[in-house]
C-alpha cells in the first residue's frame, strides 16, 4: 500500500514573498549603536526590494544579566546576520560568554560582522577583538566582514557597501547565498 500526502496549492502571495533577513545586532554604547543602525539602514535600502528585513538589538550593558543573555543568544542563533558594533576595545566577559552562547546553539547564523568606532580604529585592542571575532566566524562556519573606519555618510553609500576592506565579493556572495535558500515554503520541523 502507498500512501500520498497531499498539501494544498500556495497562493500566489507565498510563492512570491520575500526572504527574510534577521539581522541581530550587538552594540557598546550610543555611538556603536548608532553605527550599527545605519549599517542595517544601509542594507535595508539597498537590499530591501529583495529581502524583508527584521532586527533585534542588545546593548552590551544587558549581557550581563543571565536571563536577558540567554535571550539574545537565542536571538543570535536564529540570526542570519549577527552584528558586534564596538569601541574596539577587550569584549567583556558577558559579551564573550554571550557569544560562545549562540555559538553553540543550533542555528543558521550566515554572516558575522564587526563594526569598529573611528577613534579605535588601529589599536592593537582593536586588532585582538577583531581576530578573536574571525576565529568565532570561523569556528561557526560563518563569513565574516569586519568594517575598520568607514560610518554610514561619511562616504558615498556604494563606496561603504562595496569598499575593499568591507569584502565586497564576500558580502555579495553572502547574500546570494541567502536566496538560494528555498524560501518559498514555510520552515517546517517535526516538532512545529
Do not use: C
Not at 113 to 123: I, K, W, Y
Not at 165 to 176: D, E, P, Q
Request: overall charge negative.
Amino acid at each position: 500500500m502507498q500512501r500520498t500526502i497531499n498539501y494544498p496549492p500556495l497562493s500566489v502571495s507565498e510563492l512570491d514573498a520575500k526572504p527574510t533577513l534577521n539581522v541581530v545586532i550587538a552594540y557598546e554604547d550610543f555611538e556603536t549603536g548608532k553605527h550599527a543602525k545605519g549599517t542595517y539602514d544601509f542594507l535595508v535600502e539597498y537590499l530591501g526590494h529583495e529581502f524583508q528585513f527584521m532586527n533585534q538589538m542588545w546593548k552590551f550593558d544587558v549581557l550581563s544579566i543571565p536571563k536577558l543573555r540567554e535571550m539574545a543568544a537565542k536571538d543570535a542563533a536564529m540570526a542570519d546576520i549577527i552584528i558586534v558594533s564596538s569601541q574596539g576595545r577587550e569584549l567583556s566577559e558577558e559579551v564573550k560568554s554571550w557569544i560562545e552562547s549562540w555559538l553553540a546553539e543550533k542555528g543558521n547564523p550566515l554572516a558575522l560582522v564587526a563594526l569598529f568606532s573611528g577613534s579605535a580604529g588601529n589599536s592593537t585592542e582593536t586588532a585582538a577583538v577583531r581576530d578573536y571575532l574571525d576565529g568565532v566566524a570561523r569556528r561557526g562556519r560563518l563569513e565574516f566582514f569586519a568594517q575598520p573606519d568607514e560610518w554610514p555618510g561619511k562616504k558615498s553609500a556604494e563606496s561603504f557597501l562595496f569598499n575593499r576592506s568591507w569584502g565586497a565579493g564576500k558580502a555579495l556572495s553572502t547574500l546570494a547565498g541567502v536566496v538560494e535558500r528555498d524560501v518559498s515554503y514555510p520552515r517546517w520541523g517535526i516538532n512545529e
